[in-house]
C-alpha cells in the first residue's frame, strides 16, 4: 500500500505536497519522493525513510513549479530497501514523464519482458511501477502526431494500457509541456479523490489516494476518481475526463475501511469512520453469540484503528469500555514493517500496557484484524502478564485466510495465521482464551450502510476470489518462493536522490 498526490495550482505547489505526504504517512514509511514542474523542467527529490527524514529545507526549495506529484511508499514488490524504488519514477521519452503508482500489477512479470524485448524500452528496477510507467510511455509515444499529444491522444494511450495491464493501480503522472494525468484500474480497487480549490478566477486540482489529504490543505472533495476512469488537468488548469474500459466496475479493496485508510477519510462515497463504528456494532453481535459473552468485565481496544469498533461494541453489549494500551506515536505502523522480526520487536516498542485496568479482569482485545499473529501474540501476553485472568480477542474483520495480490503486504500462505486453522487453533495460536471473527456479510453490510451506493469490494483476503481473473495456484507459488528465497535486509539505505530533469523543448512543424 502506498500513498499518492497530483496538484495543479496557480501557485507554488512544494509546501502542498509535503503537508499531503505528512497526512499520507500511515500508509507507507519505507520512502517518500516529490516532483515538481517549472516550465520545462521537472525537479525530482526521493529517499528512504520517513517524509519528516527524507526532506530538508533545502530540498524544499529546489521543488519549484506550480505542479507536481508525490508519494510514500510501502513496499509490496521488488527490494524493499532500495532508495532507487522510491518513486516517483521518471522517463524521458516521449516528452519526458514522471509517475507515482499505489497497487499492485500482477502481471509485472510478463508486461516486464514485453516492455524490453517489443517495446525496446528499458527498466532500471525490479519495480512494476517502473514496467507501469514505461508501458504509459510506450502507448503515450505512439499516438503522438506531429511531434504533439492532444488530450483524446493522453486518454486513448490509458486505453491501450488497460487492455495490457491486470492489477490494482491509482496513477498520477507528470507528462512534460502539458499536465497532470490521474487514473485507476477498471476495478477501482486502489482508491483516488479528486478535490478542488479556488484560487483567484481559476481553479486548483489536488488528486489523492484519501480524502483527508485534501480536507487538511484547504480542498474540497469534489468525488472519487471512477474505477477506469482517466483525467487529465492541463498546466493552465483544463480539466477533462473519460471512462477508458468498456469493462469497469467499482469493487473497492474492502481492507481499506478495515485498517489502511485513516478513519477521517471517506473512500467512494463511504466514511472510514462510520463504516468502523457499524463494524462494532455487527461484531458485537457475534460477541453476543459466544459462550464467553457473560464473561467479559472490560472491552479494550488495540490502538488505533479499533477503537471505533471497540467503542460501538461495548456500548451495544453495555459493557465497560476501557483504554488499556498507550501507544507510541513515533514508531511506524507494525503491520506495514518490512521483516517479521521488525515487526515482533516493534509491538512492545508500539504499544504499553495500563496495568491497573487489566488486574483480575476478564478482558476483550477488539482489533481490526488478525493478519500474522506476531502483534496479536505479543498482546494478549502483555494482557496475561499485567495480570488479567482471562484474555479473548475480537477481530473487526474476517479470518485473513488468502494471499493479497492488489498491494497489500500479505502475499504467502504460510505468513497467514487463519490459512488452515479453525478459530480454536487461532486462539491457541495468540494464546487468548477466546476468539470472535467478524462475518463477512456483516462486514459488507457495515460499509454499504456507510454508502449505500456502494455494490461489489474486493474481498480476496477472505475469500481467495481474485477479481482481476488471472491468479492461479502456480502465481500464488511463485510469490511464495520469491518471498521466502529473498534476502534479508532490515538496514535502511538512507541514500538520496535529487535531480533537475531537463525536457528538450518539442518543436512543432
Not at 315 to 329: A, C, V
Amino acid at each position: 500500500m502506498c500513498g499518492i498526490l497530483g496538484i495543479v495550482s496557480q501557485s507554488p505547489v512544494n509546501q502542498t505536497l509535503y503537508d499531503g505526504l505528512q497526512l499520507l504517512q500511515h500508509r507507507g514509511q519505507d520512502a517518500a519522493g516529490i516532483v515538481t514542474a517549472h516550465h520545462n523542467t521537472f525537479h525530482m527529490h526521493k529517499g528512504s525513510g520517513m517524509v519528516r527524514d527524507v526532506f530538508r529545507t533545502r530540498n524544499m526549495r529546489n521543488l519549484i513549479g506550480h505542479a507536481g506529484i508525490a508519494h510514500v511508499r510501502y513496499p509490496t514488490a521488488g527490494n524493499a530497501q532500495s532508495s532507487a524504488e522510491a518513486q516517483p519514477f521518471y522517463v524521458n521519452s516521449p516528452f519526458g514523464i514522471v509517475l507515482a503508482h499505489n497497487g499492485n500489477l500482477t502481471n509485472a512479470t510478463e508486461l516486464f519482458e514485453h516492455v524490453c524485448h517489443n517495446d525496446l524500452r528499458h527498466i532500471n528496477t525490479n519495480s512494476d511501477s517502473e514496467v507501469l510507467l514505461n508501458v504509459l510511455a510506450h502507448e503515450l509515444e505512439r499516438q503522438v502526431t506531429d511531434k504533439q499529444l492532444s488530450v483524446d491522444n493522453i486518454f486513448n494511450a490509458v486505453t491501450a494500457l488497460h487492455k495490457r495491464v491486470r492489477g490494482a493501480y491509482a496513477v498520477v503522472a507528470l507528462i512534460a509541456g502539458y499536465g497532470l494525468l490521474a487514473f485507476r484500474d477498471p476495478n477501482g480497487i486502489r482508491p483516488l479523490v479528486i478535490g478542488t480549490q479556488k484560487n483567484g478566477d481559476k481553479t486548483d486540482y489536488l488528486f489523492a489516494s484519501e480524502s483527508v489529504a485534501l480536507d487538511c490543505s484547504g480542498f474540497n472533495l469534489l468525488r472519487d476518481v471512477a474505477a477506469g476512469e482517466a483525467i487529465f488537468v492541463s498546466f493552465d488548469g483544463q480539466f477533462s475526463s473519460k471512462q477508458c474500459s468498456s469493462t469497469s466496475r467499482l469493487a473497492t479493496c474492502l481492507f481499506e475501511y478495515v485498517y489502511f485508510a485513516r478513519p477521517d477519510s471517506v473512500i467512494d462515497g463511504a466514511s472510514v469512520y462510520q463504516a468502523r463504528l457499524n463494524m462494532g456494532v455487527t461484531l458485537a453481535e457475534k460477541v453476543r453469540k459466544t459462550d464467553f459473552y457473560q464473561d467479559i468485565d472490560v472491552v479494550m481496544p488495540i490502538p488505533d484503528t479499533s477503537r471505533p469498533s471497540a467503542l460501538q461494541l461495548a456500548f451495544h453489549l453495555n459493557i465497560t469500555y476501557r483504554e488499556g494500551f498507550i501507544k507510541n506515536r513515533y514508531i511506524g505502523r507494525t503491520f506495514i514493517m518490512p521483516g517479521q522480526a521488525v515487526r515482533k520487536k516493534s509491538v512492545r516498542q508500539k504499544l504499553n500496557p495500563v496495568g491497573c485496568e487489566f488486574a483480575g479482569k476478564n478482558v476483550l482485545l477488539v482489533d481490526d484484524s488478525i493478519v500474522r499473529g506476531t502483534t496479536s501474540r505479543e498482546i494478549v501476553q502483555m494482557a496475561r502478564d499485567m495480570g488479567a485472568k482471562k484474555v479473548y480477542f475480537a477481530s473487526a474483520a474476517p479470518e485473513v485466510r488468502f494471499p493479497n495480490v492488489y498491494g497489500i503486504d500479505m502475499p504467502t500462505r504460510k505468513e497467514l495465521l487463519a490459512t488452515g486453522r479453525t478459530t480454536e487453533q487461532i486462539a491457541a495460536e495468540i494464546g487468548a482464551d477466546g476468539v470472535v471473527f467478524q462475518e463477512l456479510d456483516a462486514l459488507i453490510s457495515a460499509v454499504k450502510e456507510a454508502n449505500p451506493n456502494l455494490k461489489e469490494f474486493d474481498t480476496s483476503c477472505f475469500t481467495g476470489y481474485y477479481l482481476t481473473g488471472d491468479i492461479t495456484e502456480s502465481y500464488l507459488d511463485k510469490i511464495e518462493t520469491d518471498r521466502f528465497n529473498a534476502p534479508i535486509n532490515n538496514l535502511v539505505d538512507a541514500q538520496m536522490v535529487d535531480q533537475n530533469l531537463n525536457i528538450e523543448e518539442v518543436e512543432t512543424e
